[in-house]
């Protein structure tokens, strides 16, 4: 049972939400999409679902018109980044609601909403509150009623994002196992982000969605070693890929003074306004390296984010470990150019260490 | 410091106690009191400074003929009437607000925004503009002195009582809740009813108060479109003032038609003080 959209558009004032949309979901596959804020996500997301119709397009699923279907008739489930779930009940009749719903007897209810509990770990809280849970269990309760319903469809809105540094770690290695665990059989999972970690973690199809339009649709792995432009460059890193606009002549890539050995994979590119895109983690401090002044360093976790700057070009080093720096130092970097990749000027792909469009 | 804080604190109660609490025992006992008590000089308690009599509240229940104003009907005129329309309008204004919050309206530029403050409007408005329109209005469909009357006429003023609080109300609602309930497979008449109504009771009983507030206490209106057939509390304890000022019966008729209000302020208070008032919606 597929889902397939052919060029779906949304655009309720003067700007696209979803710009000309196309997919075609498996099932049994997990889809991750990946966007920045406001790139049309909870509006696919909520199109799928029935919630909105689309200015022009179609959804099919198994060969059914599906936007003809309301959506309480569309057996989805969606959980959303706020965490919302029906303040009046309690957590047992919050995860019997969709069952009770569809008016199936009680002792089955009973028994599949104690499956659901058992699962995201909440076994035991069924008579409390919703108001009485914290953020992350207030989740997991909507993710169990997600989960009961054996929907076809089940998205997922961004749904660790509200959460704090450790829940979301915790809640997303839970994430990763219910979906491995046969859930997803027959059901075609759709899990929205910002989140570029996340995105490899949870390792399936990626689509890379930016102002309502389909940049990149591939495999994690592959959106990560060969992002097909710029914008996919920075969407799918965080921190964004550094961008320094460089020239590659006789062989050495050259910007703001600095000359560096092209690697093999770069050295062909002799075009004018070439970007060479450089990953915060592929950039090292080295006593020998090239001068570089510090305007800002964040220590978050235990990874130092320096935001550096030489002449007009900025970027931005990662380093491992819990480093002090005050502004306007000077510290010295080392590029690892071998994992460097090129941008034609308009931003398309010129050429990536993992061969994607090598040379 | 903490000493001097309990203090201020109870004396604060005190004082406002005394405040809230001397009118009603001095409108209670006044009620008990005859002629003599009441213009003889100070008179506080029964037994000792005057002889209680039950003449204040006889007369309430005495028909016209004996010398009596008879409140009793009246009194459930006054109740069946504001229940009714409360009802009635919290009903309607619920279903409008709800539609008002969720819904985008447009007709030409009349947007959401205006037909809540059309509502609004006609509570901005003086009373007495209003009575003449609903003077004619009555007479022409026959409702003039009549239950009915009143109701249709208690309902547009109270109606966008119930359509300004709820439409707040609703729009704290997250849609989200919404949403859910449909996706978890309610059609939009189920999510409203399974879903955000229950989520609303707060705001539906804050609204109902109002409404019944604002049914019971008005005498304008009351006074306007009723004359013989049909009659009003409010308008019927006007008429026991006479040549001699009977401040025992006036006593008394205040203090049953503060009554309904009082179980109304205490009903809410219990509901207050569970807390559910409260940290219903995130």
Same mark, same amino acid.
């Given at each position: ?62 060969? =059914? ?94 749904? *660790?994002?509200?959460?704090?540094? =450790?829940?979301?770690?915790? *809640? ?6 219910? +979906? ?43 959106? +990560? ?22 020239? &590659? ?8 003074? &600095? ?23 592929? &950039? ?45 130092? =000077?510290?010295? &970097? ?14 398309? *792909?010129?050429?990536?260490? +993992? ?5 | ?35 003599? /008590? ?6 506080? #308690? ?73 509502? #609004? ?129 006036? /006593? ?9 209000? #009082? ?20």
């Amino acid at each position: 049972m597929d889902l397939v959209a052919n060029n779906l558009s949304y655009k309720p004032d003067d700007q696209y939400h979803l710009n000309e949309v196309s997919f075609n979901f498996k099932e049994g596959n997990l889809y991750t999409i990946l966007g920045r804020t406001l790139s049309g996500k909870t509006t696919l997301l909520k199109t799928i679902a029935g919630l909105l119709t689309p200015d022009s397009g179609e959804i099919e699923f198994d060969g =059914k018109n599906f936007l003809k279907i309301p959506v309480w008739e569309r057996n989805v489930a969606m959980v959303y980044q706020q965490f919302i779930n029906y303040p009046h009940l309690n957590v047992f009749e919050n995860i019997a609601f969709p069952l009770k719903q569809r008016k199936i007897d009680q002792s089955i209810i009973n028994e599949k909403v104690m499956d659901a509990l058992k699962s995201v770990g909440l076994l035991g809280y069924e008579n409390r509150k919703i108001q009485e849970l914290s953020g992350g269990q207030q989740q997991r309760v909507s993710l169990a009623r997600s989960l009961v319903k054996n929907a076809k469809i089940l998205l997922l809105d961004e749904p *660790l994002v509200n959460l704090d540094y =450790k829940l979301r770690e915790q *809640l997303r290695d839970e994430f990763k196992n219910l +979906f491995s665990k046969g859930l997803a059989d027959e059901t075609i999972l759709i899990y929205s982000t910002t989140d570029p970690r996340e995105t490899m973690e949870l390792n399936g199809e990626v689509i890379v969605l930016d102002e309502g339009k389909v940049l990149q649709v591939g495999p994690a792995k592959e959106i +990560f070693e060969n992002p097909n432009s710029l914008k996919v460059a920075e969407i799918s890193n965080d921190p964004p890929m550094n961008i320094i606009e460089a020239k &590659i002549s006789d062989n050495q890539i050259r910007f703001e003074g &600095i000359d560096v050995e092209a690697p093999q994979h770069l050295s062909k590119l002799t075009e004018d306004g070439l970007k060479i895109g450089l990953r915060s983690s592929d &950039i090292q401090l080295n006593e020998n390296g090239h001068e570089f002044e510090v305007e800002l360093a964040e220590i978050s976790g235990s990874e130092t984010l320096l935001h550096l700057k030489r002449g007009d070009t900025k970027i931005i080093v990662s380093i491992e470990e819990v480093l002090n720096f005050k502004i306007h130092d =000077k510290v010295k &970097i080392n590029f690892k150019i071998d994992r460097a990749y090129a941008f034609h000027a308009d931003g398309k *792909l010129a050429s990536s260490p +993992f061969g994607g469009l090598n040379g | 410091m903490n000493k001097l804080y309990i203090f201020l604190k109870y004396f604060f109660i005190v004082v406002w106690t005394v405040f809230v609490v001397a009118p009603f025992l001095w409108a209670l006992t006044t009620s008990f009191k005859d002629f003599q /008590s009441v213009n003889g000089g100070v008179t506080y #308690i029964p037994w000792v400074d005057f002889e209680p009599n039950l003449e204040g509240w006889k007369v309430l229940i005495k028909s016209p003929a004996k010398g009596g104003v008879d409140i009793i009907e009246p009194y459930f005129n006054s109740l069946f009437v504001t229940c009714t329309a409360s009802l009635i309008s919290i009903i309607l204004g619920t279903l409008s607000a709800y539609a008002l919050s969720r819904y985008t309206f447009k007709a030409g530029f009349v947007k959401n925004n205006d037909i809540t403050f059309f509502f #609004i409007s006609q509570r901005i408005m003086p009373p007495i503009v209003l009575s003449i329109p609903f003077f004619l209005f009555l007479s022409s469909i026959n409702l003039l002195d009549s239950l009915t009357g009143l109701i249709v006429v208690y309902i547009v003023l109270l109606m966008p009582i119930a359509v300004w609080i709820m439409v707040d109300f609703f729009n704290k609602v997250p849609r989200e809740i919404d949403e859910t309930a449909l996706i978890d497979g309610c059609n939009p008449y189920q999510a409203f009813l399974k879903v955000v109504l229950p989520n609303s009771i707060p705001g539906l009983i804050v609204a109902g108060m109002f409404c019944i507030i604002f049914g019971w206490i008005d005498f304008f209106f009351a006074f306007i479109l009723t004359f013989t057939e049909v009659q009003l509390l409010p308008v019927k304890i006007v008429a026991l003032n006479s040549s001699v000022t009977p401040w025992w019966s006036l /006593s008394a008729s205040a203090l049953v038609s503060v009554a309904p209000l #009082i179980i109304v302020a205490f009903i809410v208070e219990r509901y207050l003080s569970k807390g559910n008032l409260s940290g219903a919606i995130k």
